[in-house]
């Protein structure tokens, strides 16, 4: 189920980067989001659409001085910071048997097994109770 609030802090892997690509305006976004490259080339919420590269997690500071766990942003798109890397991304009954499995994002705070219409997808590369862990820099097509 998408986000409704932010998440807690999420648990990283090693050192991740950072990036700040413009989001789509007149959405609200939380701390914790997974967001996806859109077709019109802004950062924004995933869909069931195919092709959509991840590109990172909300951290909640966007351009102008703008820090908000819960940002509802205007008519007018601006630029917000992400982070990328291996984080431990919430998954119910996560087990050892789904380890190398593929994960697609079914919305920015939910992971699922199936594809659909989607074709990018990440391995899972551990897990540990209600957690799997992934690579966001590492979508591929699946």
Known sequence: MALSAARKTL?????AEEISPLFTAS???YRGSVLVYLATGYAGKPTDTA??????????????????D??????????????R??????????????VGL?????????????AGSKTLGFYALD????????????????
């Open 51 to 68: 092709a959509l590269a991840c590109a990172g997690v909300v951290t909640g500071v966007y351009e102008g001085g703008i820090r908000d």
């Open 102 to 114: 593929p994960f697609y994002l079914a919305d920015d705070g939910t992971l699922t097994k199936t």
């Open 11 to 15: 648990e990283w892997v090693g050192e």
């Open 70 to 83: 819960a940002y509802a942003m205007g008519a007018t798109a601006l630029r917000g910071r992400l982070k």
């Open 85 to 98: 890397g291996k984080v431990w991304l919430p998954f119910s009954g996560a087990a050892q048997t789904d």
């Open 27 to 29: 959405i609200t976004y």
């Open 127 to 142: 897990f540990k109770t209600g957690f799997i862990l992934l690579d966001l820099r590492a979508g591929q097509k699946i």
